[in-house]
């Protein structure tokens, strides 16, 4: 029983956030390149999309759907689970990595093989056979993703957010810029599938690149049993949220058309806007900090109830604004023809501001040492989700779905998520106190919003003149958490023991 020697290839570069940098100042680094990164990358994504919006229509985006949801689901458990066991691994990892490197890549090979050999089925099964070899081509990008995960993890662990924001943008760059071109050459779909896995790869590489320290392959049996006990937890909890999250796809593709699940994908997308600005940049830092607290429960509950606070400001506000203003957003943005998008967007924003605070909240549980928790509220959200959102779309379209959807998240799953918080000793009283303000601030700009879009004609003066308005409005309730933000986001307060606002 050996492991394998780790192999430094620039040991004379300390790792941030390592023990001698507070880590407060690691955690204030890290977000700000993460959010850097993320806000960069929705704002190609939002101005490609535009573009891809003309070039492309429904029934392309449809296509491409049917892969990106296997996509999706088997890269979010090819790695088992271990990259995030290896951020929150509480000792040095070069015990594990060399054991994890083989494990990921092994079973991330053996996934994308069963992908490929199984596409013909599943792209017939969601009513789009055309769509074979998209997803096979994309079944490729999980073993690249399986090969670096553990570099991947080890810039996470360590706060080197400015490295992961550099290849973040130089994969977002190659894959928005070949799916443009390759779509104005008319390559339809297939364009949407060779930027992702040309800027998949591009990504992948800098990992590598950047990573301070790189392990070759190597296998330990304990490891494997620590890794492993660890991970699989959180495979089967990010297996079930994929799952959650792409289950609507799978109805609609199966009770539709691709023309309306590619309506449907730019609905949910725009309305994932505050999920992915924020939730993905957040969690990159949350749980690596959350995890160092994951001893002093008093500092780690005081930290989570004020990230919550910060986080829900502008994500209960994007929601609002993508919730009132649905119609003529979509169609200043995307064209008249995707007009019947904003029929589901109007519910799905509700969502995603949503999903921004029950996912701090799997990322606090996580961290804690909970993810078991967060399996089981997963389980219960999906097998919840599954049937409504097939009486939904079979009487509402795409409408439907996004009722479904808000539906099953007030009624089962935001109070999953209370229940499971208690544990940390946070009450639902404290969830509340935390996003009143933020929810306060939400309920007045969207009033605003309701008489703007009646009082003013035309989609863009709507946007324009509606959206500085409901601004306005939300700016003055929100405003004490302004001051909470500069006071200490996130390093510690006077008196207060040292924890992030993640």
């Keep these: 029983m050996t492991t394998s020697e780790a192999t430094p290839v620039r040991d004379d570069i300390p790792p941030a956030g390592a023990e001698g940098e507070p880590l407060g100042r690691s955690v204030r680094r890290g977000l700000g390149w993460s959010f850097v990164s993320t806000i960069l990358t929705r704002a190609g994504t939002v101005l490609s999309g535009i573009a891809l919006a003309r070039l492309l229509s429904p029934d392309d985006y449809g296509q491409f759907t049917v892969a990106l949801v296997v996509l999706l689901v088997v890269a979010n458990i090819n790695d088992l689970g271990l990259e995030a066991t290896l951020v929150r691994w509480p000792r040095a990892i070069d015990e594990i990595a060399p054991t994890a490197t083989t494990i990921i890549f092994g079973a991330s090979c053996l996934f994308a093989g069963g992908v490929v050999i199984g596409a013909p089925a599943i792209a017939t099964a969601l009513n789009a056979p055309n769509a074979t070899g998209i997803v096979q081509l994309m079944a490729a990008s999980v073993a690249i993703n399986g090969l670096f995960s553990v570099p991947s993890a080890v810039l996470t662990r360590s706060f080197m957010q400015g490295k992961r924001a550099t290849a973040d943008l130089a994969g977002m760059v190659v894959t928005l810029g070949l799916s443009v071109a390759l779509a104005a050459l008319g390559y339809g779909a297939w364009s949407l599938a060779w930027g992702r896995f040309a800027g998949n790869a591009v990504n992948s590489v800098l990992l590598w690149a950047f990573a301070p320290t790189r392990y070759r392959p190597g296998w330990s049996r304990q490891a494997a049993r620590h890794v492993l006990s ?19 796809y799978v109805v609609v593709g199966r009770l539709l058309d691709p023309e309306a699940l590619g309506l449907y994908l730019l609905a949910f997308n725009l309305s994932s806007w505050p999920v992915s600005i924020l939730s993905v940049a957040v969690a990159r830092i949350s749980i690596p900090a959350f995890a160092r607290l994951q001893h002093d429960r008093a500092a780690l509950r005081a930290a989570f109830r004020r990230s919550l606070t910060l986080i829900m400001a502008p994500a209960v506000l994007v929601a609002v604004m993508l919730a009132v203003y649905a119609l003529p957003a979509t169609r200043v943005v995307y064209g008249p023809r995707w007009s019947a998008a ?31 928790l967060t399996l089981v509220i997963q389980g219960g959200w999906i097998l919840a989700l599954l049937p409504a959102m097939a009486v939904g779309v079979t009487h509402a379209g795409i409408r439907g779905a996004g009722i479904a959807h808000v539906a099953v998240a007030l009624c089962v799953a935001v109070p999953a998520h209370l229940a499971a918080l208690t544990t940390l000793r946070i009450s639902p009283l404290d969830v509340l106190r935390s996003a009143g303000r933020p929810l306060a601030a939400g309920a007045a700009a969207a009033l605003v919003a309701i008489g703007m879009h009646r009082l003013v004609a035309g989609d863009l003066a709507t946007l324009v003149l509606g959206g500085l308005a409901s601004l306005a409005a939300f700016a003055v309730v929100a405003w004490p958490i302004l001051r909470l933000a500069s006071d200490s986001s996130p390093g510690p307060r006077p008196g207060e023991p040292s924890r992030p606002a993640a």
């Design 342 to 372: 904003a029929t589901a967007l109007s519910f799905l924003a509700v969502l995603g501001g949503l999903r921004v605070a029950m996912q701090l909240a799997a990322d606090l549980l996580t961290a804690a040492g909970k993810a078991r």
């Design 230 to 248: 660890g991970g699989l937890p959180i495979a089967g909890t990010l297996l079930l949220a994929v799952g959650l999250m792409n289950v609507d």
